[in-house]
């Protein structure tokens, strides 16, 4: 879907889950840390969920550390 609610949603559950199941919240990140794989557009609606999760009070170190190097690589 164009809209990158699928994106979302993703983070969505990446957010749900931390808290209780950081590993797992850590290992969801992972479809949207293949960002730069895809075309502009899409690249641009992962990077806004990854910069959203990363943003995100109480974060998890599993998950920002996960989503800290999406970013960077």
Do not use: C
Request: proline share 7%.
């Amino acid at each position: 879907h164009n809209s990158g609610e699928g994106y979302a949603f993703l983070a969505d559950e990446v957010l749900a889950l931390d808290p209780g199941n950081p590993t797992l919240a850590a290992r969801l990140v992972q479809p949207l840390g293949q960002w730069r794989r895809y075309d502009a557009a899409r690249q641009g609606l992962m990077r806004a969920q990854l910069d959203r999760i990363l943003a995100t009070p109480g974060l998890s170190p599993n998950t920002y550390e996960m989503v800290s190097k999406s970013l960077a690589e």
